[in-house]
């Protein structure tokens, strides 16, 4: 794989860092990527069924952003290892620009680099990754309302301490996965159609970090909550759809 993307600034390779490094802590595995048109969307996982009887809902986690229009690919990569390519670009402190350029080029200052453009070379993807196989729509979203960050934070924390009390130390994988499946599936209170997985999901990927209104979209079996940090994406399964 020689696909690559490219990033308008240091600010933006730090946002994409920050995301997937949230991201991994929850599920250290793998993220989506689709780039074309000039915009690139980071798919990840928060939780997700892992078997035909898991009744876990779909949701997952997106930031989008500006990319070169040359930029076109739909691939699976590793967070651990695109998180290793975001850092070398990092610490290379070059704007992307590649190891043999000339001592010119390599010797520009730090702040010269921060106003360029970043390249970022993708790592070997993956194709076992069952998530990634269920794509949201892009376009047909409606509006269906709005909620308050608090509502969201509180249904996190309550999963959170549930989860934990529920599984004590030693507990088997299918056990954990019940417990999770159903923590996570229940209906945050006054949204019977936003599981508290996705407020789980804003909330650990820091995408409620301020207080702002959170906009609430569907279409078809997709929910989606979205603030100015990110969209949290919910497939819902046909039983939790409203009448």
Known sequence: MNESFT???RLALADLT???SRAQRVEDGAARLIAGSGVLAVYTAVLYPRGLMDRTPT???LRTFATDDAAAFDVVVPIRSLLGRLARVEDSGTAG???AAGDAEAGRSREGADEGEITVRLPLGVSTVTWAGISPP???WRQVGTTEIDVLTAAAAAG???VAEEIPPGTGEALVQRVRSEV???AVDGLDYVPAGAAFAADALGFIAERQPVTVYETGP???LTTRHGHVLVRRRAWTLRA
């Open 7 to 9: 990033l308008v600034d």
């Open 18 to 20: 920050v995301y997937l």
């Open 59 to 61: 949701v997952l986690g």
């Open 97 to 99: 620009a590649p190891a």
């Open 138 to 140: 892009r376009t047909g």
């Open 160 to 162: 959170v301490t549930e």
């Open 184 to 186: 996570w599936g229940r």
């Open 222 to 224: 997709w929910t989606r």
